[in-house]
Structure formats: structure tokens, C-alpha cells
């Protein structure tokens, strides 16, 4: 009789958490694949991988090209638009690829717009228009269930957040994740330029990459207004990138009040002169890091937030992530995990010391972010 009640309830245990149990072990797959090679996946050899369709995307009088991954199973469907950062390979980037056909294989209808302002460094408060208008196209497919997601990628992950706070998206956006994002750009532009980086008890300081800084302001010099200047800032950058520091530098008596401002702030290292030189910037350059800057549009945001952002970022500071969970003032609505030892979006070989930082710690809160969004994806409605 003993065995027939345990047994009886292990059935009954089995049945509840049948749904609980795939969703552990399609996150287990979404997981060893976001830190492995796309060539070593294992995910595409127990699942059968989706369609994938080329589609043209109508916004602002021109198409936007994405691809579209489409589930095996039919029914409806959770739509998630996933939104690269800066890459050169954009939506074609073999990592990308791999993790959008992975969440197609746990039955998400996936797009992948590519956004050549973030191809280019040229990233515009229009990119945000873009990702409104791919979220609008996926949304309005009759296998689609009436809320979905977008998922914003480093830098890509400020325009996704503008994008869903739009009052013609934002109540059909029921959750945003944030990978290694930011809230206020200028917060990223002084670390960029100075290394550093605090909110509340959180301070630090990393090493700024100064030939990023450059190649930034050599692919966004139209925000000067003198031609002049941008001709004469471009053949500075061009001579600093082939180490002719001297001539470089015999050209800046030649730049124009804007141009030296510009000049100024991309030779700056001191976090003391940072916001000095910054109010100095050409206005439309200030005005387009408040643009892009989801600090002024996270109030109205109606998702729910999952924020993952690796603490060891060389790009964007952690605590930038820190400051957009806390400014989303409803903690019921956020899922903020920081992991240790991930490099920004690559994933980086640890030392043996750090194996448990990586694969056990920071492994766990990458699970179980990928986990909460499967189930956000699983418990959304149905078509409208």
C-alpha cells in the first residue's frame, strides 16, 4: 500500500511540474551554448532547429531587412525581438544566430532586425523607431499570442527600452531583457573616457580603451557643424591611428570652437575634468546621448524587467544596469541578476580560480534568467 501512495505521488509530482522540468532543461541548453562556440552547440542536436525567413520591414520610408525564425510546432506563439549591439556582422553575428534559433527551438517566434547604425557606430534615437516598427510586424502575425517581448543586446539595449515605452507598443510589450545595457549614456561616456565607474557602494575603475573613443567620434563627426572641423578632426583620428602623434597634434590649432571642445574631451582621462569638458560638447552630440538615454523614458515602461549585466564589463559599467533596476521603482517587476567573471558579451576563458565564479555562480544566475523568461513567454496569452 506504501509503494502504491509513493508512486501515486510521484505521478501526481510529475504531471505538476512536467512544464517546469522541460523549461529547466531547455534553459540548461540556451545556457551551455551562450558560453560555448557556435560550432560546439548541443542545443540543434536534440532539437530540431526552426524555419528561418528573410522578411523586409516597412519604417521610415525604407526597408528594414531581419530574419525570422519560425518554430517547428504550430500554435501560437511568444514574439521576441531581439536587438544586436554594436557588431559589424549585426543580425548575420554566428553567436546571435545561434541563440535566436535557440529560443525558436523553446518555441519563441523570433526576429532579428539589423540595424546598421549599430553596424557602423552611428547609433540614433531612430533606431528606436526601427525596433518599434519590427515589433509591430511580429506582434501582428495570426500565430503570435497578444504580448511579447524584445531583448536588447550592449548598446542595442537603449533604443529597445525607448522603443517600449512607446504608448503605441508598450502595453503589448509585457517583458524587456537587458543584457549588459545602460541607462544614462553619459554614465557610459565617462567611463569610456576615464575608466571610471560608482553607484551608491559601488565604485571602480578599468583600464578605458582609447582607440574606441576615437573610432566613435571618427564615425559620428557629422554632429559638427563646420565642415572644417570634421575634416580636420578626421585626418587627426586617421594620423593617430598610424601612430604620426606629431602631425597629428600640428593639426589642432586649426580646429574651430566646436571641433576643439570635441578634440578636448576625446584626449581627457580625469574623472574631475569630465563634466567640464562634456558641457562643453557641440549641443546636437549632448542632445543626442539625452535621446538615447533610457533614463527619461523607463517610467513608461509597463514590462517587467530582466537585467543581466556582467560585473567585469569593459564597455558598459555594471552599475548601469544597477541604476536602471532601481529607477524601475516596482521590485515585483524586476529580475536583475549581475555575473561575475563575464566579459561583456564574449564569453572569455577564466582562470582556475575562477571556475566557480563563472560556471557555478555566474552560471546559475544566467540560468535562471533565461528560465524566468521561457516562463514569461509560456504564461502569456493568447492572441487578441
Known sequence: MKKI?????????????TAQIKRAFVSLLILADSVRPPEKAVMGKLMDGPSVKKVNIPSRGRSLHADL?????????????????????????????LLAKNFARAGFLVMVPDFE????LRIRITEAEDILQSFLYISKRQDTKHTGGMLGISYGAGPMLLASADPRIRDKVSVVASFGGYYNL??????DMTGSFEYGSHRGWLRPEESSRWMFAYRNLDMLRAPADRDTLRKIIEMKNRYEIA?????????GPEGRALYDFLMNKDQERFDLLY??????????????????????IHASFIIAHGMEDYSIPYTESLR???AVGDARRVHLELLPQFMHIEPVEPSMGSIYKKYVLGGWRLFS???DLLGRGEQAGGSA
Open 5 to 17: 501512495i509513493v508512486l501515486s505521488v510521484m505521478v501526481i509530482i510529475g504531471i505538476l511540474f
Open 69 to 97: 525564425y519560425v518554430p517547428k510546432e504550430g500554435g501560437l506563439h511568444f514574439p521576441l525581438v531581439i536587438v544586436h549591439g554594436v557588431n559589424p556582422t549585426g543580425k548575420d553575428d554566428e553567436q546571435l544566430v
Open 117 to 120: 547604425g549599430m553596424k557602423t
Open 186 to 191: 553619459r554614465n557610459v561616456m565617462l567611463f
Open 247 to 255: 602631425q597629428a597634434a600640428a593639426l589642432v590649432k586649426y580646429l
Open 279 to 300: 558641457e562643453n560638447l557641440p549641443v546636437a552630440l549632448r542632445e543626442q546621448v539625452y535621446q538615447l538615454s533610457p533614463a527619461r523614458a523607463v517610467k513608461y
Open 324 to 326: 536602471l533596476a532601481d
Open 369 to 371: 534568467l533565461i528560465y
